[in-house]
């Protein structure tokens, strides 16, 4: 039942940008996308959600495609406490009451 | 900043025992949920809970699970007869919303030890 796809890993260099794809080509027109983190056993972490405009916050931005089908997690300026499993997910807001994780990808930041 | 808090971290207990996990929500969030995940596996969705009742539950929330929130502030989850197989991190979230949001805050775990 996956509705999105995400590289299983990725690697970044401590400092760079972190751009993090996720594709989602089956989302409806009120699925909205969110991104969220788990560092190693901790739990996750809500970072950013948006519907079809960009969305910036103080830990990302969130880039999605005009045609919604895909969408790309940005982390400016990624730090080693960066490294962690993201996960992208879409959902209908004010219907669905849960978030459903899928496996997402694991980003490690390089020193 | 107000925050998610479970007890107790990690929980070792014997197959067949009663388990109950706690949790204490931000206090003005409306929605709770409880998530498991094993380990190396993904985190996976237990059951909500909305207006002292269930909202929605899995279909790994079978009748050995039940969920409380028996004072107001606690929101509990149990496990009637434990098995082998309930060995994983349970993880509580709260939201503020009628998760409009979709803004889950959660908790740092408790870890269970089935043996």
């Known amino acids: 039942d996956a509705k999105t796809t995400q590289p299983p890993s990725m690697d970044c260099a401590e400092g760079r940008a972190a751009n993090l794809p996720c594709n989602h080509s089956t989302i409806s027109g009120n699925e909205y996308v969110y991104w969220y983190r788990q560092i190693h056993s901790q739990g996750p972490q809500y970072i950013i959600h948006g519907l079809k405009n960009n969305e910036t916050n103080e830990m990302a931005s969130l880039i999605i495609t005009e045609d919604r089908k895909s969408s790309t997690l940005i982390l400016p300026h990624a730090t080693l406490r960066d490294t962690a499993v993201y996960y992208c997910i879409v959902r209908v807001a004010a219907r669905d009451d849960k978030i459903i994780f899928g496996k997402g990808t694991r980003l490690h930041i390089l020193p | 900043e107000p925050e998610v808090t479970q007890t107790p971290s990690h929980q070792v207990t014997q197959m067949g025992q009663e388990v109950i996990l706690r949790c204490v929500p931000i206090?003005?969030?409306?929605?709770f949920y409880w998530y498991r995940q094993i380990l190396g596996q993904k985190v996976e969705f237990l059951v909500s809970f909305y207006n002292n009742e269930i909202s929605e539950k899995s279909e790994i929330f079978d009748d050995q699970f039940s969920v409380e929130r028996p004072d107001g502030s606690n929101f509990t989850l149990k496990i009637r007869s434990t098995k082998l197989e309930d060995s994983a991190m349970y993880f509580c979230?709260?939201?503020?919303?009628?998760?409009?949001?979709?803004?889950?805050?959660f908790g740092e775990g408790s870890r269970l030890t089935v043996l």
């Open positions: 979230a709260s939201s503020r919303h009628k998760i409009n949001t979709g803004e889950l805050f």
């Open positions: 206090s003005n969030h409306l929605y």
